[in-house]
Nanobody, 127 residues
Framework: QVQLMESGGGSVQAGGSLRLSCLVS????????MGWYRQVPGKAREGIAT???????NYRGSVQGRFTISKDNAKNTLYLEMNDLRPGDTATYYC?????????????????????WGQGTLVTISS
């Protein structure tokens, strides 16, 4: 069973930055797809950014140019660098992984059917 654990959440003022990390218990170098998602209470979870086995990255439009997804295969860790944060970015952020392609949707922010999820880390942005 693969386990994912996020860290790095917290409270910052608008315009600030945070870096989220997601430590994975398995070896991620050959994982088909990994991603970051966020959810606000009462709203649906939304995909933010994904990265595939070949390091191709895809972003939700609202975070394009502000957020950067990356991974360190040697450390089995996924990252999300978040800059120019806005109050609308306040949410619980989750990382997720799909080790093997299952014939479903491609690796992009619209993909929600992932095999493994972390427990989430809260990000709060004040104005």
């Amino acid at each position: 069973q693969v386990q994912l654990m996020e860290s790095g959440g917290g409270s910052v003022q608008a315009g600030g930055s945070l870096r989220l990390s997601c430590l994975v218990s398995g070896e991620i170098s050959n994982y088909y797809c990994m991603g970051w998602y966020r959810q606000v209470p009462g709203k649906a979870r939304e995909g933010i950014a994904t990265i595939d086995k070949g390091d191709a990255r895809n972003y939700r439009g609202s975070v394009q140019g502000r957020f950067t997804i990356s991974k360190d295969n040697a450390k089995n860790t996924l990252y999300l660098e978040m800059n120019d944060l806005r109050p609308g970015d306040t949410a619980t952020y989750y990382c997720a992984a799909l080790p093997h392609f299952d014939g479903g949707a491609w690796c992009g922010p619209e993909r929600y059917n992932m095999d493994y999820w972390g427990q989430g880390t809260l990000v709060t942005i004040s104005s």
